[in-house]
């Protein structure tokens, strides 16, 4: 069963594309004239020119807006597509849920003509800057370690790729992971914490202790004085990636 048939059921109610990300994706992408969707979830980020979503779980194809880019369910490590069948192909967050990685690389390699497009994050500068992780939930970066892909990695195994920082925005519309670094109070909530998979995943009984710590720190001030430098902050680098690769 597709991770995202058990967790995903309110993914739409949080996971907006944001449109400052969705610029940099759509400028990663450049001018190509068809773009195949990997691991497509709802269908944010989905460019005008997106030919075909693909996406394993049944759940997040049901929240797909209407009129969005046709879907077929399907798994990354194998492509129902011809090789070379499109200009471009993107996967944005969603190479640490596949079961096998190289594999699922090696069906983007063969199904795009011109470039690959990917979404990540760099497991060791998240577990540094991002203060959720680093001083409340240690479990969920813990989590993380199992499942993050090393970029330098992903880069050998898409034979070369230049990384772009993907800044995130105080005012983030996406509520991934880092989204709500400078509203702290938004991870108190369960239906934000049901649409990040490090956290639904991680298991409320797990996160209860250092969420309650949170909510204690919240409360006294504490988190405010020991965080300021955030406060003054619009965007911040906390490991999150694109990768761009040219046949």
């Known amino acids: 069963m597709a991770t995202y048939d058990s967790i995903g059921a309110t993914y739409a109610r949080t996971r907006q594309p944001d449109p400052r990300i969705a610029a940099q994706v759509h400028a990663a992408l450049g001018n190509v004239t068809d773009v195949i969707n990997v691991g497509a979830s709802t269908g944010s980020y989905e460019p005008p020119q997106t030919a075909l979503a693909v996406e394993p779980s049944q759940v997040m194809i049901a929240q797909r807006p209407s009129g969005s880019a046709p879907v077929v369910q399907a798994v990354a490590e194998h492509l129902p597509l011809r090789d070379n069948a499109a ?37 060791h500068i998240f577990r540094e800057r991002f203060w959720l992780v680093r001083d409340y939930l240690p479990q969920a970066a813990a989590f993380d370690d199992t499942r993050a892909t090393p970029t330098d990695q992903l880069v050998d195994l898409l034979g070369g790729a230049r990384q772009e920082p993907v800044r995130i925005p105080h005012d983030c519309t996406d509520g991934f992971g880092a989204a709500y670094w400078r509203r702290p109070s938004a991870y108190l909530d369960p239906r934000v914490r049901a649409g990040i998979s490090m956290l639904a995943q991680t298991g409320e009984d797990t996160l209860a202790p250092g969420l309650t710590r949170l909510a204690e720190d919240l409360a006294t001030g504490r988190w405010h004085t020991q965080h300021a430098e955030l406060l003054a902050l619009d965007t911040i680098d906390v490991g999150y990636r694109l990768l761009v690769a040219d046949h």
Do not use: C
Request: glycine share 6%; no cysteine; aromatic share 6%.
């Open 87 to 123: 200009d471009a192909v993107m996967a944005l967050l969603t190479v640490h849920h596949w079961s096998d990685l190289a594999a699922g690389i090696g069906e983007l390699r063969r199904v795009a003509r011109r470039r690959i497009v990917i979404l990540t994050w760099d497991q």
